[in-house]
């Protein structure tokens, strides 16, 4: 490369950081006030990190880890649960089969969070506050699934006892349950028709009745995100089912079953 | 939105040299591809042994004579129950086709229950109640050589099979 | 100059003075306070604002990186050993079950702060534009934290945790596709994903070394990758979201 071009590439370098900084500077980022990391942050960051570290020591020193018999693969424990930060799925394993509640569902959660910021239409609304209620709907979809996840782990931990029956707190958990309750299935097309209805009412009426919403997500990200919303409402609405109406399945097929 | 005010392809590209180029950057990715692909799946096949060093899955299981009829018994540390009925002998996979827990035999209201979600099975494996999604897996049981049961876990029969007695 | 203020100032090299200069060369010449700007925004580093979570997350993940280190000097993967272990831990080794507490408790405790930590995210709306992509590596800091639990869990070897992995197990085992008897299984029991992460049929020595493997060198080798693109990426955004 001769001086001519070495040139002209340091100098089209040169545009392109100094027009990168121009942007920060002008669009996205407004005068700001700033104070210097050193004390301000790091003060906050000792304080809080010792504040932790002395309640971990404490804890560690006053309570033992568990540890239970050896593992034996011929006797399953009385109570054999999960992790407590599975319990919640283990929870879900009362109302879906194995396969939705230990792969599906975890992968679509998992996915669904991946999507969020390119779900969300608007770039701008809310960044670096907490503006709640600038964001109803956004805020909800995430509050609703962070709230079912930690109420289902606590239904798990605290209220499920031996062969995973619900236990009251001040039960005694010695006590076997007797609840034998019959469950039934929707029929083939009643389930077929309760689901496909569930999810057509449920991409067709909210795009009717808040139809700003609608054109603002676009077709695409309109139906990834009610899809998933759908997806996760669908959770409570078979807790409901089988609680209230006692239903085993929506759709009874040879292959599969939800 | 970050455009550089100069092209220097402008003065230097040739024809020639672009193409070059060109192939040279699509090879040498393919090159990558394929060392990833090559790496990737032998990775994987490295995960699947050759041989397992696990306890036989077919084993004996005693002389007939020696099962009451009526009663279910689990084999120890083979993970399956042996039913002597009437008419014969079947064996159930002690393993609830929910979630593996190894239920429990109550021999007096007759039924196997699990322990982790609470499924039921009636004395033939068929499940009644609870989340399990299957029947109990029946096990293919004959009679060897010596005279004594003889159990395979690799083998999964009917609801129907039965070791005539 | 004497000996020792040579040595002590070849360590810490900005002394005692205050100044504004000073300050910036402080966190600039810190290998770990230069995760941080020299200068950050008033709003963003309020504690109402983070609750230090991020931070914290981090910290947790330091705790029981370095107690799990130590814990791996009296723990053998083997079904034979794995238990006995466990019990000298407790009751042979000094600070053992503290220190096998504090690895526990520091896990629990990221469990649970990183949830609370991707809340606060969502709920300043600090995923948006131009931080998209650091939220998608967020998720899988969430993954790599469950999945680092999750494998912990089983190498007590004792019914806790023999059990609870054998559920963890089988949901495998129902994967659609690729599991043995999920829906649609085109897999049998020895190709499926749980002979995959059981090294064989059943739980076992295989599987006790598999997740050795996954719990000490695998998952913490991608979280400490996935950290280091988080906060790499997190101040080439600009650091903390800010009101605009």
């Avoid at chain 2, 109640?129 to 083998?155: F, H, N």
């Avoid at chain 3, 690729?178 to 020595?205: C, H, M, W, Y």
Wanted: contains cysteine; positive net charge.
């Amino acid at each position: 490369m001769n001086g001519k071009t070495e040139t002209k590439e340091r100098l089209r370098l040169l545009t392109v950081i100094r027009e990168e900084a121009l942007l920060r500077q002008r669009d996205i980022y407004p005068k700001e006030e700033k104070v210097d990391t050193w004390p301000n942050l790091v003060v906050k960051e000792l304080i809080c990190m010792l504040i932790f570290a002395i309640v971990l020591v404490a804890w560690a020193m006053f309570q033992n880890a568990p540890l239970e018999e050896l593992a034996n693969p011929g006797l399953t424990p009385k109570e054999a649960k999960a992790p407590w930060y599975f319990v919640g799925l283990q929870e879900l394993l009362v109302y879906f089969d194995p396969w939705i509640s230990g792969v599906v569902l975890p992968t679509v959660i998992l996915v669904g969070l991946a999507l969020i910021p390119y779900l969300d239409p608007d770039p701008i609304k809310g960044v670096g506050r907490y503006a709640i209620w600038n964001r109803k709907f956004a805020v909800f979809c995430f509050l609703f699934g962070f709230t079912m996840w930690f109420a289902l782990v606590a239904v798990g931990q605290y209220f499920r006892g031996p062969y995973w029956s619900f236990y009251w707190p001040w039960e005694s958990k010695e006590i076997a349950k007797q609840t034998e309750v019959v469950l039934t299935n929707f029929p083939l097309p009643a389930g077929i028709a309760f689901l496909a209805g569930y999810f057509i009412l449920g991409l067709i009426v909210p795009a009717v009745a808040f139809q700003n919403f609608f054109w603002r997500l676009g077709l695409l990200r309109y139906h990834i995100a009610m899809i998933l919303f759908m997806m996760m409402m669908l959770v409570p609405v078979k807790i409901l089912l089988r609680q209230a109406f006692h239903i085993r399945y929506i759709l009874k097929t040879p292959w599969f079953n939800i | 939105m970050l455009k550089p005010l100069i092209d220097i392809h402008e003065e230097t590209a040739v024809p020639r040299r672009r193409v070059l180029g060109g192939v040279l950057f699509w090879a040498a990715w393919g090159v990558v591809a394929i060392l990833g692909g090559v790496l990737g799946a032998g990775m994987l096949r490295f995960l699947y042994p050759r041989a397992l060093y696990e306890a036989s899955k077919i084993f004996k299981a005693g002389r007939p004579e020696s099962y009451k009829v009526g009663s279910v018994n689990l084999v120890t540390g083979r993970g399956v129950w042996i039913v002597r009925e009437q008419e014969g002998f079947y064996a159930i996979l002690a393993k609830c086709t929910h979630l593996g827990c190894q239920p429990i035999w109550y021999e007096d209201q007759q039924v196997f229950k699990c322990p982790c979600h609470g499924s039921r099975f009636y004395k033939t494996g068929i499940n009644f109640a609870g989340p399990a999604p299957r029947p109990l897996d029946r096990l293919q049981i004959t009679l060897s050589s010596d005279g004594r049961l003889l159990v395979d876990k690799g083998k999964t029969v009917g609801m129907d099979y039965i070791l005539k007695a | 100059m004497n000996i020792f203020v040579q040595m002590w100032r070849s360590i810490f090299r900005t002394g005692f003075s205050d100044s504004p200069v000073h300050r910036v060369f402080r966190v600039m010449g810190n290998f770990i306070f230069h995760l941080h700007p020299a200068r950050v925004s008033k709003e963003g580093i309020k504690i109402t604002h983070t609750f230090c979570l991020g931070g914290l997350s981090a910290f947790f993940f330091v705790v029981t990186a370095i107690t799990g280190g130590v814990l791996m000097i009296y723990y053998t993967p083997d079904v034979d050993k794995a238990y006995a272990n466990m019990l000298d831990l407790e009751n042979v080794v000094p600070f053992g079950m503290f220190m096998r507490n504090l690895h526990r408790y520091a896990a629990h405790a990221m469990v649970i702060v990183v949830p609370l930590h991707m809340l606060r995210v969502f709920l300043t709306s600090s995923y948006k534009s131009p931080r998209e992509f650091n939220w998608v590596i967020g998720v899988g800091l969430l993954l790599m934290t469950f999945l680092l639990s999750f494998t912990g869990y089983l190498l007590p070897w004792d019914q806790l945790s023999y059990w609870a992995v054998t559920v963890g197990t089988t949901m495998a085992e129902n994967t659609p596709i690729l599991g043995a008897k999920g829906p649609f299984s085109v897999l049998g029991p020895e190709t499926d994903v749980r002979f995959l992460t059981l090294g064989g049929t059943s739980i076992d020595q295989p599987t006790l070394i598999r997740f050795y493997f996954a719990h000490c060198i695998g998952l913490p080798g991608a979280l400490v990758g996935l950290m280091a693109l988080h906060f790499w990426r997190v101040r080439k955004a600009g650091g903390i979201s800010r009101p605009l």
